[in-house]
């Protein structure tokens, strides 16, 4: 087992194991359980269980043998595919940086008024419950095409929106990441500096406007 390619599959998102199980099949073209087990080096158990999770991701596909066998769906194209979706998340980030950048000038010490804080949960599910607890009309949503689902709704007015945020007429929170990508810990920046909240207020207006669903 290749532990630095193992390792470079892990940074496209994959995890010890699918990254491990992927490996040896890019090695092997297909096989089934047993045999990607073995050269995965992880118990048979467990290969079956990532197999048919990455069938359902669509990078694997089965072959109706008995046994039964897998093998990548594109293996030339696997790597491009990962790297190109790498390099649009980068993309993403980068646009969410300087959104973050225009967005919130106020924290320079000078506009600082207010008790700005940051909460921390370990699920999407315990961030919107309490953001839920603040809610109250006029709210504004703004939300990534990652967090679509979660957002969409809360408030009076949802836009899409390059980064994540709920804005309610007391206190402006915003996701250090999108709340649709899986992650240990959410950190949540909860602003209640009115000029912050009314420098949202224009924002929105003037560029997501357009965008209003």
Same mark, same amino acid.
């Given at each position: ?7 470079t599959?892990?940074k ?19 096989a089934?359980? =047993? ?10 158990t =467990? ?5 048919k ?7 694997l ?5 008995r ?10 194209g696997?790597?491009d595919?990962?790297?190109?979706? $790498?390099?649009?998340e980068?993309?993403?980030l &980068?646009?969410?940086v300087?959104?973050? &950048? ?8 000078e506009?600082?008024?207010g008790? *700005?804080?940051?909460? $921390? ?5 315990? /961030?919107? &419950?309490i953001?839920?607890?603040s ?5 504004? /949503?703004?939300y #990534?095409?990652?967090?679509e689902?979660?957002?969409k ?12 945020? /709920? ?9 250090? *990441?999108?709340l649709? *990508? ?9 602003f #209640? *500096? ?11 207006e003037?560029v997501?406007?357009?965008? $209003?669903?």
């Amino acid at each position: 087992m290749d532990e630095h390619a193992v390792e470079t599959l892990k940074k496209f998102g994959f995890r010890e194991y699918e990254a491990k199980v992927i490996y040896a099949l890019l090695r092997l073209k297909e096989a089934d359980v =047993k045999l990607v087990s073995k050269y995965a080096e992880i118990p048979r158990t =467990k290969a079956y269980e990532v197999l048919k999770s990455l069938v359902k991701k669509g990078v694997l596909a089965e072959i109706g043998t008995r046994p039964l066998r897998f093998a990548i769906v594109d293996p030339d194209g696997l790597l491009d595919k990962l790297y190109e979706e $790498k390099r649009r998340e980068v993309e993403r980030l &980068k646009v969410e940086v300087e959104t973050l &950048k225009h967005l919130l000038p106020a924290l320079s010490e000078e506009r600082k008024s207010g008790e *700005n804080y940051i909460f $921390k949960a370990g699920s999407v599910d315990d /961030v919107v &419950k309490i953001i839920k607890e603040s809610v109250k009309s006029p709210t504004i /949503v703004g939300y #990534t095409r990652e967090s679509e689902r979660i957002l969409k709704g809360i408030g009076d007015v949802s836009y899409r929106s390059p980064v994540d945020f /709920v804005l309610t007429p007391d206190v402006l929170f915003i996701p250090l *990441n999108p709340l649709g *990508n899986p992650q240990r810990e959410y950190v949540v920046v909860a602003f #209640t *500096n009115p000029y912050v909240m009314e420098m949202i207020r224009r924002w929105v207006e003037e560029v997501l406007s357009e965008g $209003k669903e």
